[in-house]
């Protein structure tokens, strides 16, 4: 055996040709010899390139390729792995991926398989988000119409964020100054690759909870983190997470990072903080000064009833004065009144029926007999003169029926089932009239109609008819001899 020459575990080796001591070996036994080779040699690598194209097979797993100025590796991530990359594959985004170099001996190629999956830098990242947000922008979750106001005085605040920074510490004091009220913690982690899952996880636990139940549904929501670099904010630009703070039915403020700092969220929630701090200021009103306005309105309120009330005295003790002193004397003139009328009550009502009795009587005159009788005339009069109109017909009916009568004459001698003298009618033997000689058949028996009886007869079967015979001229009468002339001699 040469130097240069391999031997394969569990093979057999073929036999050697004349001359060579160097065993044969199959394509799949080399093949998967170089597969074990690569995964020793290399391992787990930390790769950069570009995705050139991205391919998701339906049965979730992702081949892709990663490619520099000079070469290019095929990758696949596998359907387990896909949900747990921190961003997801896109072609022509820059990212540095993790994993282990191995070969697919069915087509002779080497590639990686990804186990993470990271962003090279911000451009890319800031790339990334940028056509994230054009998408969900042309979904139109980014309208104004469709973000819901906020509870003027919330009684149960819900907060989503890490439990043991200084963030949480700074809403609780701000909202315990501002507005005391019920604040619930839901503890996530607002870092790394398991950050966006947990908060969208916390959003959808919150809406959960029913009104009335052990545990308060919250009348807002705050998703809070502080500061950081893009990297350290990259989960709250989430695609899942966003959409699961559009659908929120629980009004939700967005309070990540700076006032410089800008995540996807902020875009579908509906109010952006600038900083958790703001948040809890925006969410809550200041009690002291709620407090100081209704003292204040409650003593506009003593001072304007205070006004009315000296106004209404006032305005009595001035109407008091234009008063007699005794209350008889304010009685007395009605009373006298009261007496002068009711004296003349009696003789105003006989004076009534008086007049009333008059107009009867002309009335009752006006109604007499005389009246009825002239009115009985006139009608019996107008009664007279239509019936006279009625018993002379109008000329023009007589004329109407005389052209009624000449139209009946015409009718009926017009009438085919009554023939006229010169007229015959033809009826095959059930009667049917026949009125052409295509619907005559030779030797068939027919019935001819005259205008004084009737004659039996049977079709000879000439043929067509020819062309009408001229009728026969007339004889001339012979013309009359001259007279003899007589002999003059």
């Avoid at 919330?154 to 507005?179: K, N, Y």
């Avoid at 875009?267 to 009103?285: H, K, M, N, Q």
């Avoid at 001035?318 to 009328?341: C, F, S, V, W």
């Avoid at 009125?435 to 001819?448: N, R």
Wanted: charge should be positive; glycine fraction near 10%; proline fraction near 8%.
């Amino acid at each position: 055996m040469t130097d240069d020459s391999y031997a394969f575990e569990g093979s057999a080796p073929a036999a050697p040709a004349p001359g060579d001591n160097n065993p044969a070996v199959s394509i799949s036994e080399l093949a998967f010899a170089l597969k074990r080779t690569l995964e020793e040699r290399f391992g787990h690598v930390r790769l950069r390139g570009e995705i050139s194209k991205v391919n998701r097979h339906a049965s979730g797993h992702v081949y892709l390729t990663l490619k520099d100025d000079k070469a290019s590796l095929d990758g696949v991530v596998w359907k387990g792995q896909v949900r747990g990359l921190s961003i997801q594959p896109e072609t022509g985004l820059e990212v540095i991926v993790t994993g282990k170099i191995t070969s697919y001996p069915a087509r002779s190629s080497y590639q990686i398989v990804i186990d993470s999956m990271e962003a090279a830098g911000a451009g890319a990242l800031l790339a990334q988000l940028e056509r994230l947000k054009a998408k969900l922008r042309d979904e139109g979750l980014f309208e104004p119409g469709r973000k819901v106001a906020l509870p003027r005085y919330p009684r149960v605040i819900g907060v989503i964020t890490s439990p043991t920074g200084a963030v949480i510490r700074d809403i609780l004091h701000r909202i315990r100054e501002r507005w005391p009220c019920h604040v619930l913690v839901w503890p996530v982690v607002v870092q790394g690759e398991v950050a966006a899952r947990q908060v969208a996880a916390a959003i959808r636990g919150f809406e959960a909870l029913t009104p009335g139940g052990p545990l308060p549904r919250p009348d807002v929501l705050v998703v809070a983190r502080g500061g950081g670099s893009v990297e350290d904010l990259w989960p709250f630009n989430d695609e899942d997470l966003a959409r699961t703070v559009a659908a929120c039915s629980i009004p939700l403020v967005s309070a990540v990072g700076h006032e410089t700092d800008t995540t996807l969220i902020d875009f579908v929630s509906d109010r952006r903080a600038p900083t958790p701090t703001g948040a809890a200021e925006i969410l809550t009103p200041v009690r002291a000064e709620l407090v100081a306005g209704l003292a204040d309105l409650e003593r506009r309120r003593l001072q304007g009833a205070a006004r009315l009330i000296e106004d209404r005295r006032t305005r009595l003790r001035a109407t008091a004065r234009g008063l007699p002193k005794r209350p008889e004397d304010l009685l007395g003139l009605a009373r006298q009144r009261l007496d002068h009328a009711s004296s003349r009550l009696g003789s105003a009502l006989g004076r009534n029926v008086a007049v009333h009795q008059h107009r009867l009587a002309v009335l009752q005159g006006r109604l007499g007999r005389g009246l009825l009788d002239r009115g009985l005339e006139r009608r019996a009069t107008r009664l007279a003169t239509l019936s006279e109109k009625l018993a002379t017909p109008p000329r023009a009916l007589d004329r109407g029926t005389q052209s009624l009568i000449a139209l009946s004459r015409a009718l009926n001698s017009l009438n085919p089932r009554t023939p006229k003298p010169g007229f015959v009618r033809v009826e095959d033997d059930a009667g049917a009239w026949l009125t052409s000689a295509a619907a005559v058949a030779p030797g068939q028996a027919l019935s001819l109609a005259f205008a004084d009886g009737r004659v039996g007869a049977t079709a000879d079967g000439g043929g067509e008819p020819g062309p009408a015979a001229p009728p026969a001229p007339r004889p001339r009468k012979p013309a009359a001899s001259p007279p003899e002339q007589g002999d003059l001699f």
